[in-house]
């Protein structure tokens, strides 16, 4: 990757604080989404574990064909249970991973943009140095493509209805306050409306655009 050594701590971060609120989740929430929460944290380990900076440890190398082999089975699991979204991370870890393995000189025409070393010699993704972009630029803009997209639609759901504004100041004195309803069986604190974007399940969506911006700053930087 091209990143300063910091984009690659700050990835790291962010990836860790998602992959351990996803795993507790996982642990512990509702047994509904602990399969969803269980395979956002294997994703977000993984992704701190490839955004560290070469400067901090070298993995061995073997470490990019691990990747391969676990998020491959990952992607199949995926689509069998139709979690697209799932299968298009664990596709991009495994594309990125490739990357790192192999010399962009074996790539064919299409991926022969840079000069990019073997995983042996660079280690992780911190560490791949560079003259032009790494993989197959058509796959790369497909990915980044499909993160932008998600994390624009993903972020915007995260606002809740309630905190929308009037559409024009007409609106705004005309249209008088509809009263707060509680929610049966949910105390007098719980509104009705709101109560489904607040507490853990949003937490767990907000970790997903996290995971999403990550995601487009790897794709970025190969």
Not at 23 to 40: F, I, S, T
Not at 43 to 67: C, E, Y
């Amino acid at each position: 990757m091209l990143e300063p050594a910091w984009v690659g701590w700050l990835l790291v971060l962010l990836c860790a604080a998602a992959a351990a609120y996803c795993l507790v989740r996982a642990r512990n929430g509702p047994a509904g989404h602990r399969g969803d929460a269980r395979g956002e944290g294997l994703m977000a380990l993984g992704m701190a574990a490839m955004a560290l900076p070469a400067s901090a440890v070298t993995p061995p190398q073997w470490s990019p064909w691990l990747f391969t082999a676990v998020y491959a089975t990952a992607g199949g699991w995926a689509l069998l249970r139709r979690h697209l979204h799932h299968a298009v991370g664990t596709f991009a870890m495994v594309y990125m991973a490739l990357a790192m393995a192999i010399p962009a000189d074996h790539l064919g025409p299409v991926g022969r943009t840079g000069a990019m070393g073997s995983m042996g010699t660079t280690a992780s993704m911190g560490a791949m140095a560079h003259e032009g972009p790494g993989g197959v630029p058509l796959l790369t803009g497909l990915l980044l493509a499909y993160y932008t997209v998600y994390v624009i639609g993903a972020g915007v759901r995260l606002v809740p209805t309630g905190v929308r504004a009037p559409d024009s100041v007409t609106e705004r004195a005309t249209v008088a306050p509809v009263p707060e309803r509680t929610v049966a069986g949910a105390g007098p604190d719980a509104v009705a409306g709101t109560s489904a974007d607040a507490g853990p399940p949003a937490v767990l969506r907000a970790c997903r655009v996290a995971m999403g911006i990550g995601m487009l700053a790897m794709l970025l930087a190969l």
